[in-house]
Structures are given as structure tokens and as C-alpha cells.
Nanobody
């Protein structure tokens, strides 16, 4: 069965960095684009970044201003989110996700908490 397991979150000072990981199993990871979403307290889940199946194309939320970088390793079946210059407003639960090509069915990890605070 499909499994997405995020890790790497934690408490970090403003201006600090974290790298999130999402290990995938149960599907053809190398064949699908992967996404990172986040959900802050009291807010709806929002798309942070996505990466094409081969890793050649990436897209980011405009509000991130180039601070985040998504990447993937199709040998390790892992997608990463490098987060730099973190701000308090980046505090959220971060989720990895993919959507099936045929039916538009979404699969989600359990999320990893990122807290940016001094």
C-alpha cells in the first residue's frame, strides 16, 4: 500500500534552516510528480512546492521568495524540502503528497511539525 513518511521537522530559530524528507513506498515513485504542502494553525492547507517525476521541473509558492528548494532522489524514493531563512510564518505541519495521473486521487503523509520561534 501507498506510504509517505515525513521527517526532519522540529523547532528552529528564525533565520535557521531545516531539511525535510519524505520516504515513499507502495507505488512507482519515479513515475509521479511529488508535492510539499503545509498547514498552519487555523489555516487551510497550501501548496509549498512540487517537483516533476524526473526532478527537472520545480514550482514554488510565490510567497516563499526562493527560500525553499524541493529535490528528489529516485533511487532512495525520497523527496526533500530544504528550507532556509525560516520565518515564524513558516510554522506549520508539512506534508508530502502526490496525485494519481488517471483519477486525481491524493495520497498524503502523516506530516511533520516545523516550528520557527525565538
Amino acid at each position: 500500500q501507498v506510504q509517505l513518511v515525513e521527517s526532519g521537522g522540529g523547532l528552529v530559530q528564525p533565520g535557521g534552516s531545516l531539511r525535510l524528507s519524505c520516504v515513499a513506498s507502495g507505488f512507482s515513485f519515479r513515475s509521479v510528480a511529488m508535492n510539499w504542502y503545509r498547514q498552519a494553525p487555523g489555516k487551510e492547507r497550501e501548496l509549498v512546492a512540487r517537483i516533476s517525476s524526473g526532478g527537472g521541473t520545480t514550482n514554488y509558492a510565490d510567497s516563499l521568495k526562493g527560500r525553499f528548494t524541493i529535490s528528489r532522489d529516485n533511487v532512495k524514493d525520497t523527496v526533500y524540502l530544504q528550507m532556509n531563512s525560516l520565518k515564524p510564518e513558516d510554522t506549520a505541519v508539512y506534508y508530502c503528497n502526490f496525485r494519481t495521473v488517471l483519477g486525481g486521487v491524493d495520497y498524503w503523509g502523516q506530516g511533520t511539525q516545523v516550528t520557527v520561534s525565538s
